[in-house]
DNA sequence: AGAAATTTGTCCGTATGTATC
DNA sequence: AGATACATACGGACAAATTTC
């Protein structure tokens, strides 16, 4: 069914709902979004509210799209002067990330850090785990 | 020249054709499926319908897809309640097989075997053959 | 081993028709 | 009537994985 728009716009509502987790580094800086599709899966929005609120995101420069290949959230500086600082580090894996990375206690993984600055003050800090990339990984390639 | 749809959209139509294929064993299991471009010239629709009408049997567990491969006709399972069991080993071709999967005799090619059981009696059992994909499968998501 | 061709994945821009505020 | 949103569909382009030469 068509859903009408009650008060706030729907790909209002969405870009507001991303600009969420970019900021909040759910969505870490230089990481992918999910794709057009799925966005239209997980917000049950057609894909031209999605592509509307994708556009908000870039014009707020949070976000970057590569034709081909997807829709990045940029590293965003907050606050007015507020300067982000981000780290990028490899890391053993403790066992609660092993459990849930799928990897081994003690592998390598990588550790990207953001300090989340408001107002000249860092406000909090996001660490991101992964497991590493281009180098090898796959599971099953 | 954008097709309006009054009635069933064309998608659905495309994916009903080809799910007949499969369930009636046109295309085998285990079979590549034509690849995109061909669909599309054989349905005379846009790519974008017929990922729209793969996708949808992805969902229903009839094809699997592959990047850079193309999509295969899964292994079927009959019945409401059928429970099945598949196991995938690696065999040496014989010449039929060597003849058929373009490999050499006594070459190794992955079987899968799927034993369908109904009511709690193995009814049938399907032996995929393919070459080797580099390692084991995937298939998660 | 490397280049080219295939094939799928994703995005771009646009378009039509319908439905609801 | 206009803005918003949905579903569908087209054609084109670039990206990435795989296969072939």
Redo the contacts with the bound molecule.
């Keep these: ?6 008060g ?7 870009a507001d709902e991303l600009r969420e987790r970019i900021q909040s580094g759910v969505i870490p800086p230089g990481a ?9 899966a997980e ?10 609120a ?2 908000a995101l ?1 014009e707020e420069g949070l976000a970057v ?7 990045y959230a940029s590293i965003h500086v907050w606050g007015s002067s507020g300067q982000s600082r981000t780290a990028l580090r490899t890391v053993l894996a403790d066992s609660r990330l092993a459990a849930l990375l799928g990897v081994t206690l003690g592998e390598q993984v990588t550790e990207q850090e953001t300090a989340i600055e408001e107002n000249g003050r860092v406000s909090s800090v996001v660490r991101v785990y992964r497991k590493p990339v281009r180098s090898a990984d ?1 599971q099953s ?1």
Excluded: N, V
């Design positions: 069914m068509p859903t009408p728009h009650y706030q716009p729907r790909y209002r509502a969405i992918l979004l999910p794709t057009e599709s799925t966005l239209c917000f049950r929005a057609s894909r031209g509210t999605i592509r509307h994708l556009a870039r799209t590569d034709h081909g290949r997807g829709t796959k390639k």
